[in-house]
Each structure stands twice: as C-alpha cells, then as structure tokens.
T-cell receptor, first 114, second 113 residues
Framework: DAGVIQSPRHEVTEMGQEVTLRCKPISGHNSLFWYRQTMMRGLELLIYFNNNVPIDDSGMPEDRFSAKMPNASFSTLKIQPSEPRDSAVYFC????????????FGPGTRLTVL | AQSVTQPDIHITVSEGASLELRCNYSYGATPYLFWYVQSPGQGLQLLLKYFSGDTLVQGIKGFEAEFKRSQSSFNLRKPSVHWSDAAEYFCAVVPGGGNKLVFGAGTILRVKS
C-alpha cells in the first residue's frame, strides 16, 4: 500500500496568493483528517471528513481556509489569501472508519508564506 | 481544562539506557490513548494504542506503555534505547465520548552514544 500521499511536499508562496494542498488517503479508508503543526501551537486538528462529508471543522482557523473531499480518494485544503502566519507543516491522515481507529499520516506539506 | 500533558520537552539518554516518556491527561472518562513517533521531516507513525483491557500495551520497535487510571497517565517505556529512536514522541487521546484526536506538545528524544 502506498500510504497517505500528500502534494506538494514543499510550497513557498507570497502573501496574498492562493495555496492548495492535496491529499490522497489510503484506499478503503473512510475518514480523513487535516492537521497543522507549528512550533507555537503543536499539532492541531483543522477538519475531518467521514465518508467524504465534513464532520467537524471547528479547528479551521478562519474563513480563508477551506477543505473539500469530492470523492473517497482525494481531498484538498485551500488557503486564500495566504498570510505569513499560515506557514506550517500541514498533515493529512486517514483512518479505516472512526477517529478512534488508527490514523495513518502522510509525510506532510511544508508551507512557507513570505 | 481538558488537556494532554507531556511535561518533558526534551530528554537525552545514552544508547542502551532505559527510557520513560511521561504523558498525563485530564479528561473525566477514560479516553482512548495513543503514542506516535515523528522522525525529522516525516509524518507521524503509531507506536501503540490503548482502548481497554490489559493496562500494559506492547507496541512496535520494542516500546510499551502502561495505563494507570489512578494517575491519569500513559507513560511510554523502552528498556534499551537505540540511536535510531531519536525522534519526537507525541502522546494523543480521543476523549471518552469524543471523536477527535488531541495531541500533547511532544517530547524530543536525543540519544547520545
């Protein structure tokens, strides 16, 4: 199994630009999670989907952030417009069913907003 | 406030020495408990988890953890550390009745030869 795939691995952009992060979960997994990791705040859950439906987006920091899961094998996290404080590593994880199942993490996307 | 606490930000141990990483939680009901490891530039990998039953849990890479309800703790242990164990370790919980994984701040392990 290829595991959770994220792209790009690194993204450098300028303030105000739109950023789209992509995730392909493990085939057959029904839950997908987006996390953000920073030195100051550690690992934070941004949003999670179950069967392609957003279940909890209370961790999404503000309206500039949006996430979609158009099908079981693809999800995007979009930031528009981006700001320097959005610089972080963004992880996608998937689990077989519920969040209590083991979550398998992707390698992350390191985002730098200048 | 409900939280997951890893009191040690950094720990340094000698190769071959034993290791214990501490984790405490403050949730009323017994949560589901996890330990993850993150190597530099990598995603997180599950070491072990506890849902119920035997309070001593065995994981991968020779790690184990013990759930102590009376102390609200889930400490990670390894009897003999290898240089390749140098990484950051995260304790995480799904609070009882909840559905989200909450992570501690992490403990960075350094291994000296």
């Amino acid at each position: 199994d290829a595991g959770v795939i994220q792209s790009p691995r690194h993204e450098v952009t300028e303030m105000g630009q739109e950023v789209t992060l992509r995730c392909k979960p493990i085939s057959g997994h029904n839950s997908l999670f987006w996390y953000r990791q920073t030195m100051m705040r550690g690992l934070e859950l941004l949003i999670y989907f179950n069967n392609n439906v957003p279940i909890d987006d209370s961790g999404m920091p503000e309206d500039r952030f949006s996430a979609k899961m158009p099908n079981a094998s693809f999800s995007t996290l979009k930031i528009q417009p981006s700001e320097p404080r959005d610089s972080a590593v963004y992880f996608c994880a998937s689990a077989a069913a519920a969040s209590t199942d083991t979550q398998y993490f992707g390698p992350g996307t390191r985002l730098t907003v200048l | 406030a409900q939280s997951v606490t890893q009191p040690d930000i950094h720990i340094t141990v000698s190769e071959g020495a034993s290791l214990e990483l501490r984790c405490n939680y403050s949730y009323g009901a017994t949560p589901y408990l996890f330990w993850y490891v993150q190597s530099p530039g990598q995603g997180l990998q599950l070491l072990l988890k506890y849902f119920s039953g035997d309070t001593l849990v065995q994981g991968i890479k020779g790690f184990e953890a013990e759930f102590k309800r009376s102390q609200s703790s889930f400490n990670l242990r390894k009897p003999s550390v290898h240089w390749s164990d140098a990484a950051e370790y995260f304790c995480a919980v799904v609070p009882g009745g909840g559905n989200k994984l909450v992570f501690g701040a992490g403990t960075i392990l350094r291994v000296k030869s």
